[in-house]
């Protein structure tokens, strides 16, 4: 009876052992470059835009409670809003612009010029204050 029991608990043992082997072969073929058993997860290098040849389609939300999508045409160099009407259940053109141009612009509606944000990294560079000391107002202190 004994040699029974030690037989079945060897056979068993020998079962887990070959099933984790075929685990452990299943996870290396579907490593890498080796032919896949299992359909790909391609949830990480998806474009969060969807388009091609050129034209890109995004989803927006223009207020809290009103959507649409901009249309980027990045041969034409033109961007597009759209706004979806529930009510009608319509998508109408909202907005459309050519940024041709726009993007040749160096310094247009900036607070700061960008020579004197590339001055303020360089005196940081430096280990100096990025941004100078003012002189004290002598009027504050009347």
Request: hydrophobic fraction near 40%; glycine fraction near 6%; include cysteine.
């Amino acid at each position: 009876m004994t040699s029974s029991r030690s037989n079945k608990s060897l056979v068993m043992a020998l079962w887990a052992n070959a099933g984790l082997l075929a685990v452990i072969v299943v996870v290396l073929l579907n490593r890498g470059n080796a032919p896949s058993f299992l359909s790909a997860a391609y949830g990480q290098n998806q474009a969060p835009i969807a388009g091609g040849a050129g034209v890109f389609v995004m989803p927006a939300q223009m207020q809290s409670n009103v959507w649409g999508c901009y249309l980027l045409d990045v041969d034409s160099k033109t961007l597009c809003a759209y706004q979806f009407y529930p009510g009608e259940k319509k998508l109408r053109l909202t907005a459309a612009r050519s940024y041709r141009y726009d993007t040749k612009l160096e310094n247009y509606n900036t607070e700061l010029p960008p020579k004197e944000i590339k001055a303020m990294f360089d005196r940081q560079a430096a280990g100096q204050p990025a941004v100078p000391e003012q002189p004290a107002d002598k009027d504050k202190d009347k």
